[in-house]
């Protein structure tokens, strides 16, 4: 375990909210919470919540942020937080209902099914690690075209040799070919990449925790099934795959993380309930659960960084196809992890001069104060976009 540095001490000073107001939400960072980003030190959840909205905000091009909702750290925290004792009464509703009353006003401006992928930073027994419920509003499996596809020249010269078009390039190949020889065609891919997205009975256990470890466990002879995070692979697939389904993204492998997966699966009924007025299951069958292979974190306290970069990286680099299981080893380089401290603290304190200089140049001061549980049980961590 890495050797942690003395805890921080002496008086307490904001450095910056971000985003400043105007904006509502802004998030109070100190030189407490500054401090988190030494070496050895845990990051705590200002860090966590700065970063994400940093990210959400600056990082994301608007057409994918409208797809994307980001939970603060607090969410999950809340959704299974023993009631307090002044609350209501509600021992008569069964637990999952129990749980949503938490944090039912924390989506009261977001519907969440029309979104793509929502962000869940989840701490536990002083461990960050990761969960994105992807397709929440899907049913099903969906399979479409692969927007990246790059049919392999030699394969096509070889199939379309004895054609009319063969002149014209594989470009033409789709202008010769018969009504009935595409919707073959593309049957052929929907079924080819249905049973890519789901495999089989015997190759992908259904219940929880099988589908969380065994998706990717240990097991060497698995990477091989699990395939690899490379741009060039997927240019030569026609299709792709989008299926509903919860990712667990944890920089230290270990427990399975089945009562997470079942906790949000239970959630996302009874938010559905609320929302749409109508009941629809969420279980294993319909949202699968998995834990993708990602990069490692070599020590102790680096948890909370790997969050961050695991984020960073859907952003940068939006996971092509859904087929479950993933291994994602190579999604970026390690080598980047041993700045990413750095690189975050020196954006604190870049945005701590500009809004200084700003400051002073209006003579305003901004009265926002750090978050905290409660001012964020009712309010969501990216203020939400409309679609």
Known sequence: MAELQPTFTGPIIKLLVYPPPPAKGGISVTNEDLHCLNDGEFLNDVIIDFYLKYLFLEKLKKEDAVRSHVFSSFFYK??????????????????????????????????????????????????????????????????????????????????????PAADGGSDELDDVR?????????????????????????????????????????????????????????????????????????????????????????????EWEVKKGSQRSFGKDMMKGSSPRVPQQDNFSDCGVYVLQYVESFFESPLPSFHLPMNLLDWFPQQRMKTKRDEIKELILKLQTQQQLNLESSGQTDGCHSPCEDTLESADLIPPISS
């Not at 937080?81 to 002044?86: A, F, G, H, K, T």
């Not at 129990?98 to 519907?111: A, E, G, L, Q, S």
């Not at 595409?182 to 049973?195: G, S």
């Open 78 to 163: 809340r959704l299974n937080q023993r009631e307090r004792r002044n609350a209501v009464d509600t021992s008569n509703l069964p637990i999952q209902k129990r749980k949503h009353n938490r944090v039912k006003t924390w989506t009261r401006h977001v519907d969440l099914f029309q979104k793509d992928f929502i962000f869940v930073p989840i701490n536990e027994s002083a461990h960050w690690y990761l969960a994105i419920i992807c397709f929440p509003g899907l049913e099903k499996a969906h399979v479409e075209p692969n927007p990246l596809y790059q049919p392999q020249t030699q394969a096509h010269s070889t199939a379309v040799s004895s054609s």
């Open 178 to 270: 018969s009504a009935a020889d595409v919707n073959r065609h593309d049957r052929e891919q929907t079924a080819a990449v249905i049973i890519e997205c789901y495999g089989t009975d015997d190759s992908h256990p259904s219940d929880d925790q099988s589908s969380c470890q065994d998706e990717c466990s240990e097991d060497d002879s698995l990477v091989d099934d699990c395939g690899s995070f490379d741009k060039a692979e997927w240019t030569s697939k026609p299709t792709i795959c989008k299926q509903p389904c919860i990712l667990i993204m944890d920089s230290l492998r270990g427990p399975t993380r089945s009562t997470v997966v079942k906790t949000l699966r239970e959630y996302l009924e009874v």
